[in-house]
């Protein structure tokens, strides 16, 4: 059963922010929540993750709910080259590091 | 460095062979696992190892064998091919704490 939900499809212009929503109602405690990308048919890509503090990096942003049961993932300045399918995964941080994908977002940026 | 390499690129085989797809990491990580994607969906876990010696089934992980003798390597055998297999198969890796996991760049399987 899939942990996170997320809309199949969004687009973004060229230079906006680009918002990703994810829900992941049933979320415990010891899981983190954890965004993936795959740029065409190539293999994921790591973006960022997060417990419960927002989180930034140099690719994206991660805003995490005050309740853990939903996020955003924020490209605040996406580009053509970030047309891709984003995954929103949940995980312990610790053990096997099985990933569970869904069926992710296509983001298409517009030019 | 070069993180997680895989081979071959592409494959064709026939129903009933056998083979096996090579994974590579150079980044001393415990863990490594093994994926397949099918057209329009998101990918699927086969098998994976968390150590050396040990591997265990993932979701998928039917027609397929694997096994963990170093650190470095993690192949993915193919007993006997079935169209079903069809598919593009990841590589992944990483440490077991604090698990950012490396993706290789994928086998692309066709099963005639």
């Known amino acids: 059963d899939a942990k996170t939900t997320q809309p199949p499809s969004m687009d973004c212009a060229e230079g906006r922010a680009a918002n990703l929503p994810c829900n992941h109602s049933?979320?415990?405690?010891?899981?983190?929540v954890y965004w993936y990308r795959q740029i065409h048919s190539q293999g994921p890509q790591y973006i960022i993750h997060?417990?419960?503090n927002n989180e930034t990096n140099e690719m994206a942003s991660l805003i995490i709910t005050e309740d853990r049961k939903s996020s955003t993932l924020i490209l605040p300045h996406a580009t053509l080259r970030d047309t891709a399918v984003y995954y929103c995964?949940?995980?312990?941080?610790?053990?096997?590091?099985?990933?569970?994908f869904g069926t992710g977002t296509r983001l298409t940026v517009i030019p | 460095n070069a993180g997680v390499t895989q081979t071959p690129k592409f494959q064709v085989l026939k129903t009933g062979q056998s083979m096996t797809l090579q994974c590579a990491q150079d980044?001393?990580?415990?863990?490594m696992s093994w994926y397949r994607q099918d057209p329009g969906m998101g990918l699927r876990l086969i098998h994976y190892s968390v150590g050396a010696g040990i591997t265990d089934q993932g979701e998928v992980p039917n027609g397929y064998n694997v096994s963990r003798s170093t650190t470095e390597d993690f192949p993915l055998r193919l007993l006997s091919a079935a169209p079903s297999q069809t598919s593009v198969y990841f590589c992944?890796?990483?440490?077991?704490?604090?698990?950012?996991?490396?993706f290789g760049q994928g086998t692309r399987l066709t099963v005639v």
């Open positions: 992944a890796s990483s440490y077991l704490v604090g698990a950012e996991a490396f």
């Open positions: 049933t979320i415990s405690g010891n899981e983190y």
């Open positions: 995964i949940v995980n312990p941080l610790t053990g096997a590091n099985n990933l569970f």
């Open positions: 997060g417990l419960k």
């Open positions: 980044m001393n990580h415990e863990y």
